[in-house]
């Protein structure tokens, strides 16, 4: 997900497919997870982009009663 030098501004827009491990006490079980986001990097130079936001969604289920929402929030600058 880089920015093309000759673009003024990128959209990122990031699927993850993975798993999660979680352990409690004795037990462990792993479980499918996913991972939504999006964002936008702009071009300063022709190295170096700012990322003003960025968030990610990650919905997973555990057992029958568990599910858990996790939700990421990030910013930056992007060194190409």
Same mark, same amino acid.
């Given at each position: 997900m880089f920015l093309d030098l000759n $673009?003024?501004?990128a959209? &990122?827009?990031? /699927? &993850?497919i993975g798993g999660v491990n979680i352990g =409690?006490?004795?037990?462990?079980k792993s479980v !499918?997870? /996913?991972g939504f986001g999006g964002g936008i990097d702009i071009k300063l130079t022709s190295r !170096?982009? /700012?990322r003003p936001m960025q968030f990610d969604w990650i919905p997973?289920?555990?057992y029958e009663d568990f599910q858990k929402n996790s939700v990421r929030? *990030? !910013? *930056? =600058? =992007?060194? $190409?």
């Open positions: $673009q003024e501004s959209n &990122l827009s990031p /699927l &993850l =409690v006490k004795d037990k462990s !499918f997870a /996913l !170096f982009a /700012l997973f289920h555990y929030f *990030g !910013f *930056g =600058v =992007v060194i $190409q």
